[in-house]
């Protein structure tokens, strides 16, 4: 699976978007680009995910660019409640299972 | 519609005791995976169960770790006998299984503490 480069630590004013980059120079045409966040003491909870066109649902949007070496994850109105470890991760389906590889994450600290 | 629930959400033993964390999956999801978490780090994969089968434990530590899905639904994780290095959290999730794009959901963790 392909790798992937975060920023290791984000601010972001709440009421602003939180933009979050994702770099994935080696993605291949059949990895998906998934995101997911981990709040403090608790497990991983799944965001987003995209193959080559930019989605959005309730909370929030991924855009990714054309050649898909990189994508944004948009939290449009960032509260408290956004601060967390967020993790962009690059996978592959194989076949009935996916594989989620963990790198260290951004961590978005949303401020007053 | 429950998430996934692992159980005990804390415990605390001494070194060389056994213990054993419990998952009980999404409802419907045949995939089901155990991740071990170190302070700091993200998840890593232990084990992966497609129903009954483990079709991935190449990163379980085989001489203390076990684990079992034996009716396709909860499993079990257990460590025998129980080092100082094991302090993590240990965290189950499940998939549909179902090909394509397969969503990992994740439970609360088990966060294990040896003393």
């Known amino acids: 699976d392909a790798k992937t480069t975060q920023p290791t630590s984000m601010d972001c004013a709440e009421g602003r978007a939180a933009n979050l980059p994702c770099n994935h120079s080696t993605i291949s045409g059949n990895e998906y680009v998934y995101w997911y966040r981990q709040i403090h003491s608790q497990g991983p909870q799944y965001i987003i995910h995209g193959l080559k066109n930019n989605e959005t649902n309730e909370m929030a949007s991924l855009i990714i660019t054309e050649d898909r070496k990189s994508s944004t994850l948009i939290l449009p109105h960032a509260t408290l409640r956004d601060t967390a470890v967020y993790y962009c991760i690059v996978t592959r389906s194989t076949g009935t299972a996916s594989k989620l590889t963990f790198g260290t994450g951004t961590r978005l600290q949303v401020t007053l | 519609e429950a998430g996934v629930v692992q159980s005990p959400r804390y415990k605390i033993i001494e070194k060389k005791q056994p213990v054993a964390f419990w998952c009980n999956p999404i409802s419907g999801h045949n995939t089901l995976y155990w991740y071990l978490q170190n302070l700091g780090q993200g998840p890593e994969l232990l084990i992966r169960y497609e129903n009954e089968e483990a079709v991935d434990d190449s990163q379980l530590p085989k001489d203390r770790f076990s684990a079992e899905r034996l009716k396709g639904v909860d499993s079990t994780l257990k460590i025998q006998p129980a080092e100082l290095g094991d302090s993590a959290v240990y965290l189950c999730?499940?998939?549909?299984?179902?090909?394509?794009?397969?969503?990992?959901?994740f439970g609360p963790g088990t966060r294990l503490t040896v003393l």
């Open positions: 999730a499940s998939s549909s299984g179902t090909g394509g794009a397969d969503t990992q959901y």
